[in-house]
């Protein structure tokens, strides 16, 4: 047979930017929740048992029993207009004042980080990136073969000539800054008023874009509010959206529930203009069905869903860092988030959390996130990420327990 025909020979007819495409680390830990004597602090995911299951079941039922036609019919692409009014509502109380036209629904905000990379990033561009970063981010930007450089917004960022030239050597330019500022997945850090600051001028200096992953914005459990991105930067251009160079992605996900895939871009209506044609090119439209079903559940319940959710996770956070304050060895060090659902634990030197959580799944029944994935230089190899959002008081005190005496075999 020859080799036109062995058709087993997949990997010389992809294009060259599928061998940048790797599966999740994440999404292969979720398989490990159907063990039930594995206590997980793996998957970053939301606690079913806080779904407005009941409230979703009644907005099926009477959506399909007064506008079925509507519902399951094609949609336009920039989503469904009253979805989209109540956004701008809730822009509007965040601090970013914009019309429907500056918003896009789209099918999660994982869908939104793809379609931004697919607009920005030509081969070989840079994509400026935190250390550690979201996995998915990077995952969505390898896909449009982008270099990487790192920005450290808190602890002072280079010259923007020194970005400019390692964008050369990489052979492209900058293109975005690309940041979780709330609550960040995966080290559960906010980022202050002043480097936020910073960031944009950074930004207008090197003329690029800065995307502003707020999935985790609303679960703030203490602390002092800050200030999304997007809306100081429109506070320096007079208030103007169509001036500013910030792209919002929000989601539904982690306040409401994940399963009907939906988020949304807020930003200038120009570049939303570019976004709708690549999602006519994707897949036309988010399901008209669940955009439907979110607005009117958000419409009737979303303040006392989020504050809910809130209570929950606020609890179960103090209880995991009481628990590593009480177990860990002194060479552990953490992160203590004022929100989300993650905290970031870094131990010693020279052990690799890889290796770790082979041992851990062995011996301790323990799963966590391995630090090295979210690191696009591949650094992080003595870094784990923790959640707490699916673990019950008591499953977080005994893996607590457990992984510290793990972590203690090793000192």
Same mark, same amino acid.
């Given at each position: 047979m020859s080799e036109a025909q062995d058709e087993s020979n997949w990997d010389n007819r992809y294009a060259t930017r599928s061998s940048r495409m790797q599966a999740s680390e994440?999404?292969?830990?979720?398989?490990?929740?159907? !063990?039930?004597?594995?206590? $997980?602090? *793996?998957?970053?995911?939301?606690?079913?048992?806080?779904?407005? +299951?009941?409230?979703?079941?009644? #907005?099926?039922?009477?959506?399909?029993?007064?506008?079925? &036609? #509507?519902?399951? !019919?094609?949609? =336009?692409?920039?989503?469904?207009?009253?979805?989209?009014?109540? /956004? %701008?509502?809730?822009?509007?109380?965040?601090?970013?004042?914009?019309?429907?036209?500056?918003?896009?629904?789209?099918?999660? $905000?994982? !869908?939104?980080?793809?379609?931004?990379?697919?607009?920005?990033?030509?081969?070989?561009?840079?994509?400026?990136?935190?250390?550690?970063?979201?996995?998915? +981010?990077?995952?969505?930007?390898?896909?449009?073969? @982008?270099?990487?450089?790192?920005? $450290?917004?808190? $602890?002072?960022?280079r010259t923007p000539q020194s970005y400019k030239d390692e964008a050369a050597k990489a052979g492209g330019r900058p293109k975005f800054a690309y940041l979780t500022p709330d609550f960040a997945n995966p080290t559960g850090d906010t980022i202050s008023r002043e480097a936020r600051m910073k960031l944009l001028a950074l930004a207008d200096e090197l003329d690029i874009v800065v995307l502003e992953d707020s999935a985790y914005q609303g679960l703030r459990y203490s602390g002092e509010h800050v200030p999304p991105i997007i809306s100081l930067d429109l506070e320096r251009n007079g208030g103007?959206?169509?001036?500013?160079? =910030?792209?919002?992605?929000?989601?539904?996900?982690? =306040?409401? %529930?994940?399963?009907?895939? /939906?988020?949304?871009?807020?930003?200038?209506?120009?570049?939303?203009?570019?976004?709708?044609?690549?999602?006519? #090119?994707?897949?036309?439209? %988010?399901? =008209?069905? &669940?955009?439907?079903?979110?607005? !009117?559940?958000?419409?009737?319940?979303?303040?006392?869903?989020?504050?809910?959710?809130?209570? @929950?996770?606020?609890?179960?956070?103090?209880?995991?860092? +009481? *628990?590593?304050?009480?177990?860990?060895?002194a060479s552990a060090s953490w992160t203590k988030p004022e929100g989300g659902m993650f905290i970031w634990l870094t131990v010693k030197e020279g052990l690799d959390s890889k290796e770790l959580l082979a041992k851990s799944l062995e011996t301790e029944r323990v799963a966590f996130v391995p630090g090295k994935a979210f690191f696009a230089d591949g650094s992080g190899a003595n870094t784990m990420r923790l959640s707490y959002s699916l673990a019950s008081d008591e499953e977080i005190d005994q893996g607590i327990m457990r992984l510290a005496r793990l972590i203690k075999s090793y000192e």
């Open positions: 994440i999404r292969e830990l979720l398989k490990l929740l159907d !063990q039930p004597d594995i206590i $997980s602090f *793996a998957g970053g995911i939301p606690d079913p048992h806080l779904f407005a +299951a009941e409230d979703m079941r009644n #907005a099926y039922s009477d959506v399909l029993s007064k506008n079925a &036609n #509507a519902a399951l !019919q094609y949609s =336009t692409s920039e989503g469904y207009e009253p979805l989209r009014h109540w /956004l %701008t509502d809730y822009m509007s109380k965040i601090g970013v004042k914009c019309t429907p036209d500056n918003i896009m629904i789209v099918s999660g $905000s994982q !869908q939104a980080l793809d379609y931004c990379g697919k607009l920005f990033l030509s081969p070989n561009d840079t994509a400026l990136v935190t250390r550690p970063a979201y996995l998915g +981010a990077l995952q969505a930007f390898n896909a449009y073969e @982008a270099h990487y450089d790192f920005i $450290s917004p808190e $602890s002072g960022n103007d959206i169509e001036k500013i160079r =910030t792209l919002y992605s929000g989601s539904f996900s982690k =306040t409401v %529930t994940p399963g009907l895939r /939906l988020g949304w871009i807020c930003g200038p209506k120009e570049v939303i203009r570019k976004l709708v044609l690549i999602k006519q #090119a994707a897949d036309l439209h %988010t399901p =008209t069905i &669940n955009q439907m079903v979110m607005y !009117q559940v958000v419409s009737n319940i979303f303040d006392k869903q989020v504050d809910k959710i809130r209570k @929950a996770y606020h609890h179960r956070r103090d209880q995991m860092l +009481a *628990a590593l304050e009480k177990y860990m060895p």
